[in-house]
């Protein structure tokens, strides 16, 4: 196992208010890391820091064996990044938009025009090469964007929430590249993500709020701990039932004339299935998911 | 860096309501001129020989004074649109180094003071001559091609200066429309200096660009005012100078083609080490 992103000891803090809070955590190389965190929780202030564009108050972090603040440089020219917004010029076609980013980062005319095809056909933007940026769908824009994080071939790929606000095909287009990415060309990709079925995809997890990291760790790891799973009964008989689980010691909760029951483990529903077997009209058992995961971790109030 | 330059260029010049506002000053200036104004400046000159050729003539220069600082204030609207959309993160994370990307907005208000400039000095020509009046000899037309260097180089310097306190397109565009709006009168085309209070006159010689407006003045006004001014008292000549801000008058003495270029010159030195010291200011 190699480490390409280490992070630790990071801090940041806008006048009283402190966006990071002394994180640390590490990136493995070659997976698909996801970020999670309600709006707010210091996502963005964290992957503005690793990618250089703001300065730490303190803490240490490498890159691929560079070191941040010593190294900028050399961060900038092997990570690509697909920022929250279009970043790219609405007047300028896809392809000139890439030939003119492919060029911040010092390559040979040669090895410029290759570069920037390739990243043009995995991202799949071909079809609409010559047209301005300002005039795609929302979808295209997208692909255009992870072309321009491409076109320099990084190591590290961040992505700031790149499936919001777009349509199922989509999204799931642009998960078909990244995981491309990811496989094919080993490339370590860095999600943030408000889809939980997406970070459930991930290799690894960190959960951040309030500027520190609430948890972290494989999505199953995380289901595990952080979820109890749940059976669900509708009663034949609500009395009986309700008599019944008293007498076996059950815990559980009514909710809508259904009985829901918490379970340690999943297999545990079997016996109590068992047991109730005759008063049971209708039932289901639901194992918990990254959406609870991420709700019992951060808290369920909304924020602004 | 010169990728980043045809970049600003490519952006400026795509958007045609971006050309066209650094233009306004100049089109209002045009239609003032064609309407009324003309007639008001050379209505006390009705018999001098050529007055046609001459106002042309120094209307044109203010327009080459103008142009080079709505131009290039134009040019740098790139680099505001760019810091309050977020493209600029987009240049920032990549290794290109932060003064090469800020002296491509600069190089880019350069190209495109100057390219504007020219398009004017053309036009301008073109316009004189059909209305009867010579084109510039080939010295003074040397002379202006390099005073529209200079003049782009010193009005850019201190929009740049101006511009390096911009976040916002709204703080940009409120900028634009006071400036378009008040360089024709502080650099004297709306209302010729004599015309003016001595405290506005006061205003108009302390404002470098004025200066740019003197060095083109003088040199365009040089061949109509040798045939206007054909055998009449020096002082007529020296009247019509100081009345139309062709030169300045400080203590008596008349301002000259080098004050012109020196003031150009420092203007540049002095607003570009200011620039430089408030864009480096805010990265901290």
């Known amino acids: ?304 | 860096m010169w990728a980043m330059t045809k970049r600003n260029l490519k952006l400026f010049f795509r958007d045609r309501g971006a050309v066209f506002f650094s233009l306004l000053s100049v089109l209002i200036i045009i239609a003032l001129y064609a309407v009324f104004l003309g007639d008001t400046i050379t209505g006390g000159m009705k018999d001098v020989k050529g007055v046609d050729f001459l106002m042309n003539s120094w209307v044109i220069a203010g327009i080459l004074a103008v142009i080079s600082m709505t131009s290039t204030l134009g040019a740098l609207g790139i680099m505001v649109e760019d810091r309050a959309g977020k493209i600029m993160k987009d240049f920032t994370v990549s290794p290109l180094k932060r003064g090469s990307l800020a002296g491509s907005y600069i190089f880019c208000a350069f190209a495109v003071g100057v390219i504007m400039s020219l398009v004017a000095l053309v036009v301008g020509e073109i316009f004189i001559v059909a209305s009867g009046g010579e084109v510039l000899s080939a010295e003074n037309m040397l002379k202006v091609v390099g005073g529209i260097f200079l003049s782009v180089l010193s009005s850019s310097s201190i929009v740049l200066f101006l511009v390096s306190f911009f976040k916002s397109r709204n703080a940009f565009t409120t900028a634009s429309t006071v400036i378009g709006t008040l360089i024709g009168f502080l650099i004297g085309v709306y209302i010729p200096i004599g015309s003016l209070p001595e405290a506005v006159q006061g205003v108009i010689k302390v404002f470098p660009v004025s200066y740019s407006a003197s060095f083109f003045r003088t040199v365009m006004t040089q061949q109509p005012a040798a045939v206007s001014f054909d055998g009449a008292p020096a002082g007529m000549l020296k009247e019509f100078n100081t009345e139309l801000g062709v030169q300045f008058e400080f203590d008596g003495k008349m301002t000259t083609l080098a004050v012109c270029v020196i003031v150009m010159v420092v203007t540049a030195a002095v607003f570009y080490a200011l620039s430089i010291w408030n864009l480096s200011r805010k990265k901290k």
Request: glycine share 10%; hydrophobic share 40%; proline share 3%.
């Open chain 1, 1 to 304: 196992m190699e480490k390409i992103i280490e992070v630790s000891g990071l801090r940041k803090s806008y006048g009283t208010v402190q966006a990071v809070a002394g994180i640390d955590f590490y990136v493995e190389k070659g997976s698909l890391f996801a970020f999670l965190g309600p709006n707010g929780a210091g996502k963005s202030t964290t992957i503005d820091m690793i990618s250089t564009q703001l300065a730490p108050d303190a803490g240490q972090v490498m890159v691929d064996g560079h070191e941040l603040g010593r190294d900028d440089g050399a961060i900038r020219a092997e990570i690509g990044i697909v920022f929250q917004d279009s970043v790219l010029d609405a007047l300028l076609t896809v392809r000139e938009n890439l030939m003119l980013r492919g060029s911040l980062y010092g390559m040979r005319k040669d090895a410029l025009r290759d570069a920037v095809a390739s990243a043009a056909f995995t991202a799949d933007v071909m079809g609409f090469w010559n047209r301005p940026y300002g005039k795609l769908s929302g979808g295209q824009r997208r692909r255009a964007d992870i072309a321009r994080a491409l076109v320099n071939t990084p190591q590290v790929l961040f992505l700031d929430e790149p499936t919001t606000g777009l349509d199922p095909q989509t999204r799931r287009k642009v998960w078909d590249t990244i995981r491309l990415l990811q496989k094919e060309r080993n490339m370590t990709i860095f999600l943030t993500t408000h889809y939980m079925e997406e970070a459930a995809q991930a290799d690894y997890i960190t959960i951040m709020d309030h500027g520190r990291i609430l948890a972290k760790g494989t999505p199953a790891y995380l289901k595990e701990n952080y979820t109890r799973d749940m059976l669900k009964i509708t009663p034949k008989k609500e009395e009986a039932l309700h008599a019944l689980l008293d007498r076996e010691g059950i815990e559980f909760q009514k909710t809508g004339g259904d009985f829901v029951v918490r379970l340690r483990h999943t297999a545990d529903a079997i016996g109590i299935i068992d047991k109730c077997r005759d008063e049971i009209a209708g039932l289901e058992v639901r194992r918990g998911t990254m959406d609870d995961v991420f709700l019992n971790i951060t808290g369920s109030e909304v924020r602004n």
